[in-house]
Nanobody, 123 residues
């Protein structure tokens, strides 16, 4: 049974930082690309960042490029998202997801998802 569990969300002031983590089990972690998506109230779930199976390649949406950093630890079966210079528009539920094939930025490429963690950025 594949499980992805996010942690690290919370309330932070604009300009602050948070580090999200996603612990995985039930899959061969090093065989999967990992992504982070987010969904704000009333909006579609959108791509944030992704990393390939060994961490050599990373991908970011334009809205977070230069502020967020995705990383993975294959020994611990975890993926992290360091979020700096947070803005109120970053407020959303953040989800981690695992994929084998397809486009990193497309939701449909990811068969496995976590339950999400809330990030709220106050102005």
């Amino acid at each position: 049974q594949v499980q992805l569990v996010e942690s690290g969300g919370g309330l932070v002031q604009a300009g602050g930082s948070l580090r999200l983590s996603c612990a995985t089990s039930g899959l061969t972690f090093s065989s999967y690309g990992m992504g982070w998506f987010r969904q704000a109230p009333g909006k579609e779930r959108e791509f944030v960042a992704a990393v390939n199976w060994n961490g050599d390649n990373t991908y970011y949406s334009d809205s977070v490029k230069g502020r967020f950093t995705i990383s993975r630890d294959n020994a611990k079966n975890m993926v992290n998202l360091q979020m700096n210079s947070l803005k109120p528009e970053d407020t959303a539920v953040y989800y981690c997801a695992a994929m084998r094939f397809g486009s990193y930025s497309q939701r449909l490429s990811y068969p496995y998802w976590g339950q999400g963690t809330q990030v709220t950025v106050s102005s």
